[in-house]
T-cell receptor, first 113, second 110 residues
């Protein structure tokens, strides 16, 4: 069953702690993305990666870090430097070079206590 | 970078009426314009898309129009049903980066 799997679905964190959100896809897509969604706002791009071992900052990369060591995996770390990390995080993938559909994971809801 | 604006932010219609959501974009190099539907707490799902070489596309009750000159595109839903109630996002894609509008919350009243 192909798709994108995000974990955990819900995560609580204390201020000052780093947390890592997992994103795994078995669609054989080269491109992967992380978006942040806040209430009443659209999806804002955090980081994206077009190929393994390469990634680019999006519009709101400050306080976040990523890695792309494997094609199927694109984890996002929310660091303590992120001032307002409580949000819904969506991972997505697509086939690059063919302006095509974004496939989304189920999302991870992070709450900072 | 690309800037996508979406209106209205909320839209309430009676079941059976039509709904129209409009988006504008700023970068003429954008070449792909998808529309996503997101139900509460769920992932966005693609409902229709259009490429820059096409002016209109229809899929049953849903249609999208694109005006490249004016840099705007619209989603049209006819014969709305309560299950159409959700948040709808437009997006513009350039070099495989996707920029999203702020969303429209559609409420279809039975």
């Amino acid at each position: 069953d192909g798709g994108i799997t995000q974990s955990p679905k819900y995560l609580f964190r204390k201020e000052g702690q780093n947390v890592t959100l997992s994103c795994e896809q078995n669609l054989n897509h080269d491109a992967m993305y992380w978006y942040r969604q806040d209430p009443g706002q659209g999806l804002r791009l955090i980081y994206y990666s077009q190929i393994v071992n390469d990634f680019q900052k999006g519009d709101i990369a400050e306080g976040y870090s990523v890695s792309r060591e494997k094609k199927e995996s694109f984890p996002l770390t929310v660091t303590s430097a992120q001032k307002n990390p409580t949000a819904f995080y969506l991972c997505a993938s697509s086939v690059p070079g063919r302006a095509g559909e974004l496939f989304f994971g189920e999302g991870s809801r992070l709450t900072v206590l | 970078g690309e800037n996508v604006e979406q209106h209205p932010s909320t839209l309430s219609v009676q079941e059976g009426d039509s709904a129209v959501i409009k988006c504008t974009y700023s970068d003429s190099a954008s070449n792909y314009f998808p529309w996503y539907k997101q139900e509460l707490g769920k992932r966005p799902q693609l409902i229709i898309d259009i490429r820059s070489n096409v002016g209109e596309k229809k899929d049953q009750r849903i249609a999208v129009t694109l005006n490249k000159t004016a840099k705007h595109f619209s989603l049209h839903i006819t014969e709305t049903q309560p299950e159409d109630s959700a948040v709808y996002f437009c997006a513009a894609s350039i070099f495989n980066k996707f920029y999203f509008g702020s969303g429209t919350k559609l409420n279809v009243k039975p």
